[in-house]
């Protein structure tokens, strides 16, 4: 089984940047996709970005894509968000998700019940 633990979110004025890391432990780490999602007050949590076991398929929501960057470590076994340019709309708690049954496949996938375990989330506020 993996756990996640993310951490680095806080509070940042906009235009700032965030990185925001997700610990995993677990020796599946290196073979499955992981994807980072994020969940605004009042609303549903949403598809942030994603990255194969071996990084050589990324994919990004629209509403982020030239912003962040997504990318992994597997030697840590940890899993990264490097967010440039934040927006106010940006504020979320983000959550790391490890996507089991996508072992050593070639393709991410966006849909959220796809992704068990997650991790306990960290908050990102951004300010005007």
């Known amino acids: 089984q993996v756990q996640l633990v993310e951490s680095g979110g806080g509070l940042v004025q906009a235009g700032g940047s965030l990185r925001l890391s997700c610990a995993a432990s677990?020796?599946?780490?290196?073979?499955?996709?992981m994807g980072w999602f994020r969940q605004a007050p009042g609303k549903e949590r949403e598809f942030v970005a994603a990255?194969?076991?071996?990084?050589?398929?990324?994919g990004y929501a629209d509403s982020v894509k030239g912003r962040f960057t997504i990318s992994r470590d597997n030697a840590k076994n940890t899993l990264y968000l490097q967010m440039n340019s934040l927006k106010p709309e940006d504020t979320a708690v983000y959550y790391c998700?490890?996507?089991?049954?996508?072992?050593?496949?070639?393709?991410?996938?966006?849909?959220?019940?796809?992704?068990?375990?997650w991790g306990q989330g960290t908050q990102v506020t951004v300010s005007t």
């Open positions: 998700a490890a996507d089991l049954t996508n072992n050593g496949n070639y393709n991410y996938r966006k849909n959220l019940a796809a992704y068990n375990p």
């Open positions: 677990g020796r599946t780490f290196s073979s499955v996709a």
């Open positions: 990255i194969t076991w071996n990084g050589g398929s990324i």
